[in-house]
């Protein structure tokens, strides 16, 4: 080929060869930048999904929740009966409590007259029938605003584990747990919770009568001209000794069992103490101490100024004729419960052995919790015991 048409043909190629070349660079830059940012894209959603793992990993759900939206989780409840149809009543504006108590049809009236001094408008009622018998309380103007719930022969305790979970029980400041042989002609629970929130009780229960009471110990026994008082002296008995550098139960930080109070936060303490099968409690008053939030001597006490008058009938396994000898000196009352419905009324010989088998099965359980608590605190490397122990004195 002649120089001449090389040379044309060279140059008629040149621009084709630099047009190619440009659209090459151009579309390259394109790739790289398109792989760059699809990397980078990646590279972000990897570290957001990795982020969102461990803050999911990181959030406190209700054990057995884990597959459902944090959003549906309903994690406690209440006591409030709901209508078929329609709204609900509305809530009273004022924070509601709880009155708990376990009951009989023999002691009726006594409860009833119990029953009326807490008001609805604050309170909502909760009814333990021990001997089956619901329909009996029927025509009582508070029957159909309680909960009702009905088991044969068993204890306040025992119910008290089972129905009021510190998660059902969550909306109710103060927990009323109360047996049905108190007198309470002078007692106001208004005044009483004015009381303990000024005095910041968080486990209390009014002082008990001792003119007309079964008084067990000293310290639940009303002091005159007092309003609270969180411990006490007791130097000659009967019972346990108090003196005035006595740091624990029953001397100070002490309640019995039959007419506790407690804040919402104690309660969730004391329900995980209170255990499956040991129904009559017996032991429990003198640890709930550990339940106190914080100093038991200061956070725990009895309400003077308004008191009880405690009758101590032992419907648990005997009848009102056994009183003499229903409790030892020195041991909390026990909780209620006899069978009286759709049965044989028991003799006397019957209701005297089912009483004596109740209380030994009652001393049993005391030396099986007590028992139970000491090896706890053995196997438990990392408890340490809030309290010091008291001095002791020869």
């Known amino acids: 080929m002649e120089p001449k048409k090389r040379k044309s043909l060279f140059c008629n190629c040149l621009p084709s060869v630099f047009l190619l070349s440009a659209v090459l660079f151009i579309g390259s830059a394109f790739l790289v930048t398109d792989y760059k940012e699809r990397f980078l894209a990646c590279h972000i959603f990897y570290n957001i999904e990795a ?5 999911c990993e990181n959030q406190c759900r209700p054990e057995g929740s884990v597959t459902l939206p944090r959003g549906i989780v309903s994690i406690t409840t209440d006591l409030d009966m709901r209508p078929l149809w329609g709204h609900p009543k509305k809530k009273s504006r004022s924070p509601m409590n709880l009155l708990a108590i376990a009951v009989g049809i023999k002691q009726k009236q006594n409860v009833n007259e119990m ?3 807490f008001p609805l408008t604050n309170f909502a009622i909760m009814v333990f029938h021990y001997d089956g018998n ?10 159909n605003y309680a909960i009702h719930v009905s088991a044969i022969n068993q204890t306040k305790w025992w119910f008290a584990k089972r129905f009021l979970h510190p ?5 109710y400041a103060y927990i009323f747990l109360w047996d049905e ?7 106001n629970v208004g005044r009483y919770i004015s009381i303990i929130k000024k005095e910041r009780l968080q486990i209390s229960q009014p002082a008990i009568d001792p003119e007309k009471s079964e008084v067990h110990y000293k310290f639940t026994a009303r002091e005159l001209n007092s309003k609270v008082h969180r411990r006490t002296i007791n130097l000659r008995g009967p019972g346990r000794r108090c003196y005035e550098d006595s740091t624990g139960p029953p001397c100070t930080g002490f309640v019995e069992l039959m007419a506790p109070v407690f804040s919402r936060e104690s309660w969730r303490c004391a329900w995980h103490m209170i255990q499956n099968d040991l129904v009559h409690a017996w032991g429990l008053d003198f640890q709930l101490g550990y339940c106190a939030q914080g100093n038991r001597t200061a956070n725990i006490g009895i309400v003077d100024s308004e008191y009880v008058v405690h009758f101590g009938l032992p419907t648990l396994g005997g009848s009102v ?3 003499a000898n229903s409790e030892d000196k020195g041991q909390s009352s026990l909780n209620k419960a006899s069978p009286d419905q ?5 003799s006397e010989r019957d209701q005297s052995d089912g009483r004596n088998a109740v209380r030994k099965e009652s001393y049993i359980e005391l030396e099986n919790f007590k028992n139970r608590w000491k090896k706890a605190v053995r196997e438990d490397e990392c408890w340490v015991d809030p309290f010091q122990q008291p001095v002791k004195h020869k």
């Not at 619901?134 to 508070?142: F, P, S, Y």
């Open 181 to 187: 042989d108190l007198g309470v002609k002078n007692f």
């Open 342 to 346: 759709g049965q044989k009324v028991p």
């Open 321 to 323: 004729s056994d009183k």
């Open 51 to 55: 982020t969102k793992s461990k803050m």
């Open 167 to 171: 998660d059902v029980v969550v909306q």
């Open 134 to 143: 619901v329909d009996g309380w029927k025509e009582l103007e508070w029957s």
């Open 115 to 117: 029953v009326k001094k």
